[in-house]
């Protein structure tokens, strides 16, 4: 008999919704996949981060968690969140109110570049838990909670067709398929998290960016911008290195 709870909805009550038959889907264990199939996710999501060609189109993903690390910081240290854009180039900006210093302040101006990794990093440690649905459920409820926040047409658009790509892997694919969805969209999350951190570096390098988040902390702090972007490359690459670890089984 298998230790793990199926992935398939139960059935519900017949007098309608059955709450107890949803928290048993979320809560449940799923198998975790072959290892060939872990492999070829982290490979599709590698090339999908590779080529120019389909980084300008994939980093829309990662603008999304950026700008959403931005927003969920600044409601969690109490400043208020007025809106979220995000453009057609991937670039984005997240308008909050508040003290214009402070800890606050430089927790959600450093949140932004650490935030695709980060999230990956807890995306593998709910997969390494067999917690696929749970993952699916939580990345769905978050942009839905983002969606709220956006605030131009093309923003929308992006969180819309996101989110219903994670709603339609969970409620309409088998198993097998909700599970390559998900280490797909980890393995994403841990690669693509390190290559915008270079490319700031590079427009730094070149005079570009004065205004990027890692110019925005050192006005803040007083650190020099280099340590902020040396934290981000700290962040991302241990994230892939722990996030790939756990997916790998290792």
């Known amino acids: 008999m298998s230790p793990y709870t199926s992935a398939h909805p139960t059935a519900a009550a017949p007098d309608g919704f059955d709450p107890g038959s949803l928290w048993e889907r979320l809560s449940g264990l799923q198998p975790a996949p072959d290892l060939w199939l872990v492999i070829a ?64 302040m ?17 995306g593998a440690w709910l997969l390494a838990a067999h917690r696929i649905t ?11 909670a983002l969606l709220v926040m956006v605030r131009n047409a093309y923003g929308m658009l992006t969180v819309v067709l996101t989110g219903g790509a994670f709603v339609l892997v969970s409620w309409l694919t088998t198993p097998q398929v909700q599970s390559a969805f998900a280490y797909a969209a980890v393995w994403f999350l841990l690669l693509g998290g390190v290559r915008p951190v ?15 988040d890692a110019d925005q902390l050192a006005r803040l702090t007083h650190v020099p911008g280099a340590m902020w972007l040396l934290l981000f490359h700290a962040v991302a690459l241990c994230s892939l290195i722990g996030g790939g670890r756990w997916l790998l089984g290792l």
């Open 134 to 144: 749970l993952l699916l459920w939580v990345a769905t409820a978050l942009l839905l």
């Open 106 to 122: 430089v927790l959600t101006a450093a949140a932004g570049y650490t935030a695709p990794s980060l999230l990956g990093l807890g």
């Open 198 to 212: 270079f490319e700031l570096q590079r427009k730094r390098r070149h005079g570009g960016a004065p205004d990027s």
């Open 41 to 104: 996710t982290g490979v599709a999501a590698l090339v999908a981060v590779g080529p120019w060609a389909l980084w300008r189109v994939s980093r829309n993903a990662i603008t999304i968690a950026h700008e959403g690390g931005h927003g969920l910081l600044a409601v969690v240290t109490g400043r208020r969140l007025d809106g979220i854009r995000l453009h057609s180039d991937t670039s984005g900006l997240t308008v909050s109110r508040g003290k214009p210093t402070g800890l606050g």
